[in-house]
């Protein structure tokens, strides 16, 4: 556990294939000197429980994860830098073989996955990678790192989107998000979600999001007073006029918005909207509608912000609170109730030393803790316009859910008594797994977050709104195939038969050593 | 509210001088186009509530931004792209004049502020910035995102390490963290905060953080059985045997590394440590260093992972968990339990037309919500080794607090009522805030993240320890002086004065309007 090579100065020269964990470089020299790195290998990733108390996820980051994998090159400075890490003793950490290799390596696997803006169930393959171990392993912790993360912003915004029904929604998280890239990555992935525009210049510059905004409290205090700092707003935006009106008092602020309207219609324009960002919200939206709507403003919105998210809009929907736009921040952009998602990565098959390919999973005393075996994918059962079901098989060992059989049976992946069967009469089945990369290089054509936004909007009606609810949602059965289930049952048991002889063998041993070595030290 | 241009192309040019609220750059040129731009403004960055329960933070992030400022200038893209955007009625929303002006713009202001890992409390000024209103205002995002989330890391990292005593602290969270920079960002935090190390080897290799890490669990799964595995994995790494032993049967594991320990000693190595990453921490930890000390590997270490933040870790240690290295993922990069720091930008004095410079608050009708005026600064008082108080004070209207009175008494900036007087006699002052950046130009020696993590560490022991308590941590006393409580509550009464007059002005304005315009609309 000594300290590793330290350089105060740093490497500002390194690349982002940099950004992952450090084991991911030690395990892959490791399958490089073993000669394992060239095995072919299937990895999946995929999470067990569901944010914010919900029931599903909408899968997104993929596009982010693919184009970083398309860059995916160590340069001369990162091979510097890691060839300056030292273990304990004092001795390289890495080989000058590795980073050699390591230096010409590009990916050179195959990826499949769900589309982003699909909505998507605990257990199911979200990405699926196939090809050489050492390559599908590297990648994990960037995999992980932004599928996760983007992926947990979607369905927060998903949840706003639902929440405000045929509101606008605007995220506007930036100042509060995790950093420069933390803000970039979760406006994206809320506009995925459902959301509407985003204040962050630079997602819609670099993902053709729409972008609001007017102006801050700051504005008005940089003026003498509020009905100057209006006028002048309106002045030089007369098309862009929504006016913040609590600086101060926020019916005063309406007040002076009402006046600045007034002077904006004889402009020949009108007032936009006001914005509300504290107090009261039912009680002063109430208000200001009133005043609004007193004054001939009955067409100006209301647009309200202020640490909102999907239950508070909820509550003052209830209570009538004539908010037109809401404007959400922190609680979106940092996923505020539930800031991480666990998706995780597992081995699930390898190629043997025959060249055969071996099924593998992580064991765990738990059920919903061991991991699936195989080729994943998903097959999503429909009955009319409905989602009736998805199906998780193993491409493997066997075929898709066919609707030739009278009933699909879904085996829950965590309590294997709970079964749904469905009969197939007029079901149709389609599957969620699609080619993304194909040996390192990009299939079909790039989507725009616009369509990624298009797929969740629509895919939300496809299913039964009560999965959506925000207490005690209904549950959508998802889960194994028969097969599927069967097939990790006998290797279940058989990992631990192994196990089983295997401490029974210790027992032994670790009797014997105790007694030929008692207080052994080194 | 009609949508913005959208492009959905995108475009991939564009810097991050754009990764900014669309409402800094219409105030821009707003403060442009009323020739406001050029009048010179004092704003400062605060926040109100410590997170995590606790009474203070860490600052952080500070040279994140000006790092980001030192680039920071629009790019032909840039101004592509903003010259795209347009208003309601489909004109442009910036001008000519504007956008020219903004293309050779680069920031001119002079930034002050506490050094990281400084320990500050609530009100007090991190960051104050004075320049032109244009060039104070438009950074007020990138400003806030980079400072608030290390802010929040490095408090947290804060915790962790209190918790873990003199034990090591290694911070693994990449995969959860929010998105590359996310994670890049929280590792530099964290160290700052004080972890000993990163699994991240961006952040080892950008700001020389010792990095860390040997192996996954799919290493494991990779090889016909665990001893084979571990067998490999010590041949390749002798020095760096850090060895997993919970991928199947965590106990098993632990005898499977001790004999690879048994081998390791024979290559005349030894068994660094055995890692746990699941189950309960008390139970195995303590049943594996029974069986390591069994076995004569007293000197193995037992590093602990899976979901673990200070409470958790201090739980663990008070049941005398055998617990040597913590690995913290994420929990701490994500800021699991509060992942957003609610600092604020505020304006607290601008130059009127006459060329005087006139304070401002940010009214509100609570005291802890109205911002504070002038040109701040905080005074430390030391009594012997440890700090007596902060004083809040303004440099504009008063002399820093000085030992040559009697006593200094602080109030509390959210209820004056509550007000600590402390004797001068062996009292010593220091002030916190320093110049980084003159007229755009940074000043003095870039510091390493070396330097600001022992600021923190030995920060921390010049308080009473009772203000770091987890559970009702004791209150340290930092508030306003006298003057600036005083001047606060004269620009208060001031200003809801006038807004009083407006009001009832209003109202009689109002009855009017209501009367020659019923049902008025556009």
Known sequence: MSEKAVNTEGYPGTSRALATDLYQLTMAQGYFSTGLSERQAIFYMFYRTPPFGGRYVVAA????????????????????????????????????????????????????????????????????????????????????????????????????????????????????????????????????????????????????????????????????????????????????????????????GVRNAIEAGHRLRQMGSDLMGIRLDSGDLAYLSSQARKLLDE??????????????????????????????????????????????????????????????????IKLSEQAAKSSLPGCLDIARLKQGDINAGDVIFDTLTEKPPCTSEKVITIISPEDPWRRKIIPTKNLSVGRLIVPILEGGRRIGERESVAVMRKRTLSGIREFDRAIFRFENPHVYPAGLSQDLHEHREEMRTHEFEIIKRRLSEMENNGHNNNNSEPGADK
Chains 1, 2 share one sequence.
């Open 61 to 252: 980051g993929l596009q982010s994860f693919v184009d970083w994998l398309e860059q995916h090159a160590y340069n001369a400075e990162d091979i510097k830098y890691l060839s300056s890490l030292t273990g304990r003793d004092g001795s390289p950490l890495f080989t000058k073989d590795f980073l050699n290799y390591l230096s010409s390596w590009r990916f050179r696997g195959s990826i499949e996955a769900v589309p982003e803006g699909t909505i998507i169930f605990p257990h199911e393959p979200m990405v699926r990678v196939r090809g050489p171990l050492l390559d599908s392993q590297i990648i994990e912790t960037t995999l992980l790192n932004l599928m996760n993360f983007q992926t947990l912003v979607a369905t927060k915004a998903s949840r706003v989107k639902l929440a405000a029904g045929e509101d606008e929604v605007l995220e506007f998280g930036l100042r509060r998000a995790h950093g420069y890239d933390g803000g970039l990555s979760a406006s994206r992935a809320a506009y995925i979600g459902g959301v509407d525009a985003t204040s962050n210049v630079l997602a819609g510059a670099r993902f053709g999001i729409p972008v609001r905004g007017t102006h801050a409290h700051s504005w008005v205090m940089a003026f003498d007073n509020e009905p100057q700092a209006f006028a002048a707003y309106i002045d030089l935006f007369p098309h862009n006029s929504v006016l913040l009106v609590d600086t101060f008092n926020t019916l005063d």
């Open 295 to 360: 004054h001939g403003f009955t067409g100006t919105r209301i647009v309200a912000s202020n640490d909102l998210d999907e239950r508070l809009i909820t509550s003052l929907k209830s209570q009538g609170a004539p908010i037109n736009t809401w404007g959400v921040g922190t609680k979106l952009a940092t996923a505020f109730d539930e800031p991480a998602l666990g998706g995780v990565y597992k081995l699930a098959a390898i190629e043997n030393r025959n060249g055969e390919t071996v099924e593998r």
